[in-house]
Nanobody, 125 residues
Framework: VQLQASGGGLVQAGGSLRLSCAAS????????MGWFRQAPGKEREFVAG????????YYADSVKGRFTGSRDNAKNTVYLQMNSLKPEDTAVYYC???????????????????WGQGTQVTVSS
């Protein structure tokens, strides 16, 4: 699976951004999707996980109530709507895909088989 993330940028605190991640190469509906982020000097951290049917959504505590993950299987695309952004949300955001047959957790980066290139999100105070 090839993943292409987009939609990052510079936004003021309290603003919103919508990230997109377009998938190609394999059957999108065979993959659960995740969003992770990595700030300078920090480890990559889980942000959100979206199951194939979007029936279950997982979120990090730090983004609950502000971020919403979704996917459009017809467009092979997953989204991350980010509202009420804070300076501490500043990071490179990555999308990732994991096989639905793996049975692994959405929360850990080692669960994922494919990664996008990342898109920078900068939130100014």
């Amino acid at each position: 699976v090839q993943l292409q993330a987009s939609g990052g940028g510079l936004v003021q605190a309290g603003g919103s951004l919508r990230l997109s991640c377009a998938a190609s190469g394999r059957t999108f509906s065979n993959y659960g999707m995740g969003w992770f982020r990595q700030a300078p000097g920090k480890e990559r951290e889980f942000v959100a996980g979206i199951t194939v049917s979007s029936s279950t959504l997982y979120y990090a505590d730090s983004v609950k109530g502000r971020f919403t993950g979704s996917r459009d299987n017809a467009k092979n695309t997953v989204y991350l709507q980010m509202n009420s952004l804070k300076p501490e949300d500043t990071a490179v955001y990555y999308c990732a895909a994991k096989s639905i047959y793996s049975g692994t957790s959405y929360y850990y980066p080692q669960s994922y088989d494919y990664w996008g290139q990342g898109t920078q999100v900068t939130v100014s105070s």
